[in-house]
């Protein structure tokens, strides 16, 4: 699948969600970029059954302007199982070492905006004024977690 180039960054969208004036538009912010994968990125932060087994590790962000790198955290999101714990789809033979090598690689690649929301990600933990599990299953009352 192709990025979207009309499509937001996350970090973006979250940029935009953080300055809507009120809960409302917050949620009419999300709503309106509603994607699949989007919906995915949330999962991943709010629901507490997806944990990761990586470690961050130190990388070299990126310099590009936002729009022009090589990888954005949109088409990322299909690679993110390689990262979770007990994931039945992550090969066997991927070895803490080989999981580092590939999220450098990507880190590097992302916008550093993107890379640094990425490795959020990993903690759990999103920082935008706002934003929590409640006001995102509001927008998205079908997500796997509770808030």
Do not use: C, W
Not at 15 to 35: G, M, S, T
Not at 88 to 108: F, G, H, M, S, Y
Not at 135 to 147: G, H, M, N, R, T
């Amino acid at each position: 699948m192709s990025f979207n180039m009309e499509a937001k960054l996350y970090t973006e969208i979250l940029e935009e969600f953080d300055k809507a004036p009120n809960r409302a538009e917050k949620i009419a912010v999300l709503r309106k970029h509603d994607h699949p994968r989007l919906r995915e990125f949330f999962t991943m932060v709010y629901n507490p059954g997806f944990e990761f087994d990586v470690q961050i590790p130190e990388y070299r962000p990126a310099n590009e302007p936002a729009g022009l790198n090589y990888v954005y955290l949109e088409q990322e999101m299909s690679q993110i199982y390689k990262y979770i714990s007990n994931h039945p789809a992550k090969p066997v033979e991927i070895t803490p070492q080989r999981q580092r090598e590939l999220l450098v690689v990507t880190l590097e690649s992302l916008h550093r905006d993107e890379a640094e929301l990425l490795a959020n990600m990993f903690k759990k933990s999103i920082k935008v004024r706002g934003l929590n599990a409640k006001i995102v299953k509001e927008a998205f009352p079908d997500l796997p977690f509770e808030a």
